[in-house]
């Protein structure tokens, strides 16, 4: 046998694509059952406002509807609360009900739902419920929130103040006193609005002789799911089977557990067998799925003579909504244990405040909590250099650890795993051209013309992550069944929902048993066919997961040994070699196919062997992993419109050991666009009263392929030695690095004006506005 | 996403579709495209008892280049226009605006006589027909057939010329002499509806004097207007980039109340406005964009 170019590193286009763009992909709306009952949820349209009355019987008793439900039927039949999943030290956790009750607190609430024959009937039966509501006055500004005479949201807390959190390290009071220079910033993290392109949607179906459950939900954690929702509708956990069919992009909105999870399930247990389903609009999805950013704070920089950072402090207000979503408070810790970025000082303090608000709730959003921190230390980079009249890149080169620094120990306690961050910031530098390209910006200026370069160094968390630092446990299970003909079946915990898994996964096996890509099939998202596992986000698939598939070949091969030695004529499994896809002892080989089929047949075993041929393995990381890079943009401020136009893009990106560059190309693609938006369009605004004002898509732009550059990409490669593959993961870093990139790019630009910060969105009015304001200098 | 129920008919015959447009009053709505009309019903912005589908009049879906007037039905989608060779020849402002609409899903199905129709104020269709001085053709009760001038079709926010049982069915557009055309169009983010859109038309000869001007403007004002001081600071001039600055400063002298809203205030759209008009007709005038 001819050994060919192994899979892994190649640019392999994603095997899950043909079925997804020719429309033969099954979500959630596209699956079919008889009988199908259809749901509507009645939602608030007061941000704050008490329930005197909720009058559900002309709904009950319209054509087609079947049933009508309030929290007066979940409190009878004892369904539980929407969990809090990171519920931190001392933090005041209020009651979430899946239905409001007594109460709404953010527009949007759920108050009741309606059961009917067809989506029409169930849709049209929610005008015939009656509600009263006392308005109250809203609290919005998460700031004013904290202040005394505010309006309290949850009376029962007596506060909005949730929680505060902080750490720390070394002495910041006097590296701040002996400091020769420091720098001050107020950030504003605004609101955003996660947007897949799928909404959420849930199909529950229970039948009652059997007592089994099944809810299909789009989710990024179906055995997560399983278990909680067991809790909440109390079925044993062994009679409930959840599935997350294909799933049409998250970005974390989906790493939840929501009230319509909780409310299908109930109803569907009332009126079994009948299924009942639930498809998210677009409005419902972006008053009601979890938002993210979110945070204000102010960071503050102590600095030596030399430009070495002595000390950082930052001290942040996040807005959690109204109520605390599965992960949300966990989030701005993140922002807190990676507030140091990819830099060495002596001293941080981070004291992060969460309060509600009379808004959704925030939660984990495509990086969470790791842009909000790399943009502010990457901000306060900038203006360091500005400060100080120094080059951006040296500032930053000066305060990174050296390669031989790592293991790296942060300011805030963690431990970097690998990583040479100079080497990503001087390839970044070399291949945009830095020296040309600011002698470019200089004569161009000198025209008239508003170029700006931005410079974005980062160094973020993966792959979550050791078990005793994750709410839910941070290993991952992968099965790997070897059918009788030589196939391969992997049943992975893992819920990959666009990363490419299936893809990248069986480029792992196809390589390690000498098999054909072709072979392998890749199975997830069913907590009935796949063992329990915890599922998808923070970009652990591959480092956690994909580890515990290495784990689940390797017993595999150990398994299949002593029968190849038995079949070979060999003495022991020891004397037995795997490779290229053949057992080799005494000169003779055994294809794979050939063992897995013998394996099965089993007419001729030795002592001991179970015939079949699989095995199960879970792998629990020692530590996260630690991806960094350097990004560098260039724009062109239009100084009759403050339009910003993108002339490069370029990102250089360490994610350790690379299993498919292309895939690797397209999250950070992906994730560049993603910061586009966060930079420059997007924003969740909510008015005084706490009215989503952009509560459409028409009214929320996320950023589409005419408004993105061609982007440059490029990787050092830096592995890992948490896992044994070298992997670190990929999933946020686009959004992560780019979201500074692109603000300081346009900063930069705006230098001739004395501008030295705006927060985001950049839109073109602000931009223009600041240029009036300044005048030229 | 469910509209209210609705009765809807398609007929054959626009004598059918006027006569159920009269009898069924203000509950009726007329449906082309349904780029616009979808969304508010699915949203129950609005819930017409009535839906007359044009779809199956014959005759409605043309573009007839060749004559002067150009004719265009009112159901020529805006891709048709987008793609129509013959147009790029004759009246090339209107394929340049045709393909600055929504995205090419929306070109499919959309339609220019249901977008001038409908007269949102941040449309594009009527800032190019007010540059081109159009006439809007409608068909009434009885086999009556009015032409209303595009300069008083638009009458306010999502408000027209048309009269209630009346539908528009043709767009009639006397050829461009000899000079350029330009559309400007800044997008709001979000819906690619125009935060402020300039259409250009200039006639000039080699002296470069200006014979006919004619700027439409939508996205500022509570409908499409035409800037007819900026027109008249260019006929009879030489189109040079002094004339067209100065000309540009007029472009929106007589709006006292401009739109505003998250995406964009008062104050910045008749700022872009000015901007763009200058940029239209350099453009038109067959020079760069920017000075």
Same mark, same amino acid.
């Given at each position: 046998?001819?050994a060919?170019e192994p899979?892994?590193?190649?640019?392999?286009?994603?095997?899950?694509?043909?079925?997804?763009?020719?429309?033969?992909?099954?979500?959630v709306?596209d699956?079919?059952?008889?009988d199908l009952?259809?749901?509507?949820?009645?939602?608030?349209?007061?941000?704050?406002?008490?329930?005197?009355?909720?009058e559900?019987?002309?709904?009950?008793?319209?054509?087609?509807?079947?049933?009508?439900?309030?929290?007066d039927?979940?409190?009878?039949?004892?369904?539980?609360?929407?969990?809090?999943?990171?519920?931190?030290?001392?933090?005041?956790?209020?009651?979430?009900?899946?239905?409001?009750?007594?109460?709404?607190?953010?527009?949007?609430?759920?108050?009741?739902?309606?059961?009917?024959?067809?989506?029409?009937?169930?849709?049209?039966?929610?005008?015939?419920i009656?509600?009263?509501?006392?308005?109250?006055?809203?609290?919005?500004?998460p700031?004013t929130a904290?202040?005394?005479?505010?309006p309290?949201?949850?009376?029962?807390?007596?506060?909005?103040?949730?929680?505060?959190?902080?750490?720390?390290?070394?002495?910041?009071?006097a590296?701040?006193?002996?400091?020769?220079?420091?720098?001050?910033?107020?950030?504003?993290h605004?609101?955003?609005?996660?947007?897949?392109?799928?909404?959420?949607?849930?199909?529950?179906?229970?039948?009652?002789?059997?007592?089994?459950?099944?809810?299909?939900?789009?989710?990024?954690?179906?055995?997560?799911?399983?278990?909680?929702?067991?809790g909440?509708?109390?079925?044993?956990?062994n009679?409930?089977?959840?599935?997350?069919?294909?799933v049409?992009?998250?970005?974390?909105?989906?790493?939840?557990?929501?009230a319509?999870e909780?409310?299908?399930?109930?109803?569907?247990?009332?009126?079994?067998?009948?299924?009942?389903?639930?498809?998210?609009?677009?409005?419902?999805?972006?008053?009601?799925?979890?938002?993210?950013?979110?945070q204000?704070?102010?960071?503050?920089?102590?600095?030596?003579?030399?430009?070495?950072?002595?000390?950082?402090?930052?001290?942040?207000?996040?807005?959690?909504?109204?109520?605390?979503?599965?992960?949300?408070?966990?989030?701005?810790?993140?922002?807190?244990?990676?507030?140091?970025g990819?830099?060495?000082?002596?001293?941080?303090?981070?004291?992060?405040?969460?309060?509600?608000?009379?808004?959704?709730?925030?939660d984990?959003?495509?990086?969470?909590?790791?842009?909000?921190?790399?943009?502010?230390?990457?901000?306060?980079?900038?203006?360091?250099?500005?400060?100080?009249?120094?080059?951006?890149?040296?500032?930053?080169?000066?305060?990174?650890?050296?390669?031989?620094?790592f293991?790296?120990?942060?300011?805030?306690g963690?431990?970097?795993?690998?990583?040479?961050?100079?080497?990503?910031?001087?390839?970044?530098?070399?291949?945009?051209?830095?020296?040309?390209?600011?002698?470019?910006?200089?004569?161009?200026?000198?025209?008239?013309?508003?170029?700006?370069?931005?410079?974005? !160094?980062? &160094? +973020?968390?993966? @792959?979550?992550?050791?078990? $005793? %630092?994750?709410?839910?446990g *941070?290993? =991952?299970s992968a099965?790997?069944?070897?059918?009788?003909?030589?196939?391969?079946?992997?049943l992975?915990?893992?819920?990959?929902h666009?990363?490419g898994?299936?893809?990248?996964?069986?480029?792992?096996?196809?390589?390690?048993?000498?098999i054909?890509?072709?072979?392998?099939?890749?199975?997830?998202?069913?907590?009935?066919?796949?063992?329990?596992?915890?599922?998808?986000?923070?970009?652990?698939?591959?480092?956690?997961?994909?580890?515990?598939?290495?784990?689940?070949?390797?017993?595999?091969?150990?398994?299949?040994?002593?029968?190849?030695?038995?079949?070979?004529?060999?003495?022991s499994?020891?004397?037995?070699?795997?490779?290229?896809?053949?057992?080799?002892?005494?000169?003779?080989?055994? !294809?794979? &196919? +050939?063992?897995? @089929?013998?394996?099965?047949? $089993? %007419?001729?075993?030795?002592? *001991?062997? =179970?015939p079949?041929?699989?095995?199960?393995?879970?792998?629990?990381?020692?530590?996260?992993?630690?991806?960094?890079?350097?990004?560098?943009c260039v724009?062109?401020?239009?100084?009759?419109?403050?339009?910003?136009?993108?002339?490069?893009y370029?990102?250089?990106?360490?994610?350790?050991?690379?299993?498919?560059?292309?895939?690797?190309?397209?999250?950070?693609?992906?994730?560049?666009?993603?910061?586009?938006?966060q930079?420059?369009?997007?924003?969740?605004?909510?008015?005084?009263?706490?009215?989503?004002?952009?509560g459409?898509?028409?009214?929320?732009?996320?950023?589409?392929?005419?408004?993105?550059?061609?982007?440059?990409t490029?990787?050092?490669?830096?592995?890992?030695?948490?896992?044994?593959?070298?992997?670190?993961?990929?999933?946020?870093?686009?959004?992560?690095?780019?979201?500074?990139?692109?603000?300081?790019?346009?900063i930069?630009a705006?230098?001739?004006?004395?501008?030295?910060?705006?927060d985001?969105?950049?839109?073109?009015?602000?931009?223009?506005?600041?240029?009036?304001?300044?005048?030229?200098? | 996403?469910?509209?209210?129920?609705?009765?809807?008919?398609?007929?054959?015959?626009?004598?059918?579709?006027l006569?159920?447009l009269?009898?069924?009053?203000?509950?009726?709505?007329?449906?082309?495209?349904?780029?616009?009309?979808?969304?508010?019903?699915?949203?129950?912005?609005?819930?017409?008892?009535?839906?007359?589908?044009?779809?199956?009049?014959?005759?409605?879906?043309?573009?007839?280049?060749?004559k002067?007037?150009?004719?265009?039905g009112?159901?020529?989608?805006?891709?048709?226009?987008?793609d129509?060779?013959?147009?790029?020849a004759?009246?090339?402002?209107?394929?340049?605006?045709?393909?600055?609409?929504?995205?090419?899903?929306?070109?499919?199905?959309?339609?220019?006589?249901?977008?001038?129709?409908?007269?949102?104020?941040?449309?594009?269709?009527?800032?190019?027909?007010?540059?081109?001085?159009?006439?809007?053709?409608?068909?009434?009760?009885?086999?009556?057939?009015?032409?209303?001038?595009?300069?008083?079709?638009?009458?306010?926010?999502?408000?027209?010329?048309?009269?209630?049982?009346?539908?528009?069915?043709?767009?009639?557009?006397?050829?461009p002499?000899k000079?350029?055309?330009?559309?400007q169009?800044?997008?709001?983010?979000a819906?690619?509806?125009?935060?402020?859109?300039?259409?250009?038309?200039?006639?000039?000869?080699?002296?470069?004097?200006?014979?006919?001007?004619?700027?439409?403007?939508?996205?500022?004002?509570?409908?499409?207007?035409?800037?007819?001081?900026?027109?008249?600071?260019?006929?009879?001039?030489?189109?040079?980039?002094?004339?067209?600055?100065?000309?540009?400063?007029?472009?929106?002298?007589?709006?006292?109340?401009?739109?505003?809203?998250?995406?964009?205030?008062?104050?910045?759209?008749?700022?872009?406005?000015?901007?763009?008009?200058a940029?239209?007709?350099?453009?038109?005038?067959g020079l760069?964009?920017?000075?």
């Amino acid at each position: 046998m001819n050994a060919r170019e192994p899979y892994v590193g190649r640019r392999i286009k994603r095997t899950e694509d043909p079925r997804l763009i020719r429309g033969l992909g099954q979500y959630v709306d596209d699956l079919r059952f008889a009988d199908l009952h259809h749901v509507s949820i009645l939602r608030s349209p007061h941000a704050h406002a008490k329930l005197t009355s909720l009058e559900v019987s002309k709904a009950r008793s319209a054509n087609g509807v079947i049933a009508v439900v309030t929290v007066d039927d979940l409190d009878r039949a004892a369904v539980g609360d929407v969990p809090c999943g990171a519920v931190l030290a001392g933090m005041k956790k209020p009651a979430h009900r899946p239905l409001a009750r007594g109460k709404v607190r953010f527009a949007g609430e759920p108050l009741a739902a309606v059961v009917a024959s067809s989506p029409g009937a169930a849709r049209d039966a929610l005008d015939l419920i009656a509600v009263e509501y006392d308005p109250l006055p809203s609290v919005v500004d998460p700031e004013t929130a904290l202040k005394p005479g505010t309006p309290v949201i949850h009376e029962e807390l007596e506060t909005n103040r949730a929680f505060d959190w902080s750490v720390s390290s070394g002495d910041v009071g006097a590296a701040f006193k002996s400091a020769a220079r420091v720098v001050s910033q107020r950030i504003v993290h605004q609101r955003l609005i996660p947007c897949s392109i799928e909404p959420r949607g849930v199909v529950a179906q229970y039948f009652p002789g059997a007592r089994q459950l099944t809810l299909y939900t789009s989710t990024q954690i179906p055995h997560l799911v399983r278990t909680m929702l067991a809790g909440a509708i109390g079925l044993p956990e062994n009679h409930v089977r959840v599935v997350a069919p294909e799933v049409g992009g998250a970005f974390g909105s989906k790493l939840n557990f929501y009230a319509e999870e909780i409310l299908l399930a109930f109803l569907a247990m009332r009126l079994g067998p009948r299924p009942v389903k639930w498809i998210e609009t677009r409005t419902e999805n972006f008053a009601g799925t979890i938002h993210g950013r979110g945070q204000v704070g102010t960071i503050e920089a102590a600095l030596s003579s030399d430009c070495r950072i002595l000390g950082v402090r930052y001290r942040s207000i996040q807005d959690l909504g109204a109520y605390p979503q599965l992960l949300g408070p966990a989030i701005p810790t993140l922002t807190g244990l990676m507030a140091a970025g990819c830099y060495k000082m002596d001293s941080i303090l981070v004291e992060v405040t969460g309060v509600y608000t009379n808004q959704m709730s925030t939660d984990a959003y495509r990086g969470a909590g790791r842009p909000e921190a790399t943009y502010q230390i990457e901000r306060m980079m900038d203006i360091v250099a500005k400060e100080m009249g120094m080059d951006p890149a040296e500032v930053r080169r000066r305060n990174m650890p050296g390669p031989e620094e790592f293991p790296f120990k942060t300011a805030t306690g963690l431990t970097y795993d690998s990583g040479d961050y100079r080497r990503a910031l001087d390839r970044a530098l070399g291949l945009v051209g830095i020296e040309k390209l600011r002698e470019q910006q200089r004569s161009l200026r000198d025209q008239g013309r508003l170029i700006g370069i931005g410079i974005a !160094s980062y &160094a +973020e968390i993966c @792959a979550l992550g050791p078990s $005793a %630092a994750v709410p839910a446990g *941070g290993w =991952e299970s992968a099965t790997v069944r070897v059918e009788p003909s030589g196939k391969v079946t992997i049943l992975t915990g893992a819920s990959p929902h666009g990363q490419g898994e299936e893809t990248t996964f069986a480029q792992l096996a196809a390589d390690f048993f000498g098999i054909a890509l072709d072979d392998v099939a890749i199975k997830h998202g069913d907590t009935s066919e796949v063992q329990y596992g915890i599922g998808t986000f923070g970009s652990r698939n591959m480092a956690v997961g994909g580890t515990a598939l290495l784990r689940a070949m390797e017993r595999v091969v150990a398994k299949a040994k002593p029968l190849a030695a038995h079949l070979l004529g060999a003495p022991s499994a020891d004397a037995v070699t795997f490779s290229e896809g053949a057992f080799r002892a005494a000169g003779k080989s055994i !294809s794979f &196919a +050939e063992l897995a @089929a013998a394996a099965h047949r $089993a %007419a001729s075993i030795p002592e *001991g062997f =179970e015939p079949g041929l699989s095995a199960t393995a879970s792998f629990e990381p020692k530590n996260f992993t630690f991806p960094f890079g350097t990004h560098i943009c260039v724009v062109e401020v239009d100084r009759e419109t403050g339009d910003v136009s993108f002339l490069r893009y370029l990102a250089v990106d360490d994610c350790g050991k690379v299993i498919n560059p292309m895939l690797v190309d397209g999250q950070v693609h992906g994730g560049i666009a993603q910061a586009i938006g966060q930079a420059l369009y997007e924003e969740a605004i909510y008015d005084e009263a706490g009215q989503l004002v952009t509560g459409e898509l028409m009214d929320y732009p996320i950023p589409k392929a005419h408004q993105c550059p061609r982007f440059e990409t490029d990787r050092t490669e830096t592995p890992s030695d948490v896992n044994p593959l070298g992997v670190k993961g990929v999933g946020e870093a686009g959004t992560i690095g780019a979201t500074p990139a692109i603000v300081n790019a346009v900063i930069d630009a705006l230098e001739p004006f004395g501008v030295t910060h705006v927060d985001m969105p950049l839109r073109p009015e602000k931009i223009w506005r600041l240029m009036q304001k300044e005048g030229t200098s | 996403m469910i509209p209210s129920p609705f009765e809807y008919a398609a007929p054959q015959t626009l004598e059918e579709v006027l006569s159920l447009l009269q009898s069924a009053g203000a509950g009726a709505k007329a449906l082309s495209g349904g780029q616009s009309l979808l969304p508010v019903l699915k949203l129950r912005l609005a819930a017409p008892e009535q839906l007359v589908d044009l779809g199956k009049v014959p005759g409605l879906r043309r573009i007839d280049a060749e004559k002067d007037p150009i004719a265009i039905g009112a159901m020529a989608t805006h891709a048709m226009i987008e793609d129509s060779a013959a147009l790029r020849a004759a009246c090339p402002l209107l394929p340049e605006v045709a393909a600055c609409i929504g995205d090419r899903q929306v070109r499919n199905r959309g339609t220019i006589g249901g977008s001038l129709a409908n007269a949102d104020p941040a449309a594009d269709w009527p800032a190019a027909v007010l540059a081109l001085d159009a006439e809007l053709v409608a068909a009434g009760p009885r086999s009556a057939i009015k032409s209303i001038p595009a300069r008083d079709f638009f009458q306010g926010m999502m408000k027209t010329a048309l009269e209630p049982g009346w539908l528009l069915v043709e767009i009639r557009i006397r050829r461009p002499g000899k000079g350029g055309s330009a559309y400007q169009k800044v997008r709001q983010s979000a819906s690619g509806f125009a935060i402020a859109g300039v259409a250009a038309m200039l006639e000039y000869g080699p002296d470069r004097v200006c014979k006919r001007a004619g700027i439409g403007i939508t996205g500022v004002a509570q409908n499409a207007f035409r800037a007819v001081a900026a027109e008249k600071a260019l006929v009879g001039a030489l189109l040079d980039e002094k004339r067209i600055g100065a000309a540009s400063q007029l472009a929106t002298e007589k709006v006292d109340d401009p739109l505003s809203d998250i995406h964009a205030s008062g104050k910045y759209r008749l700022h872009l406005a000015r901007v763009h008009c200058a940029r239209a007709l350099r453009r038109a005038a067959g020079l760069s964009a920017n000075p």
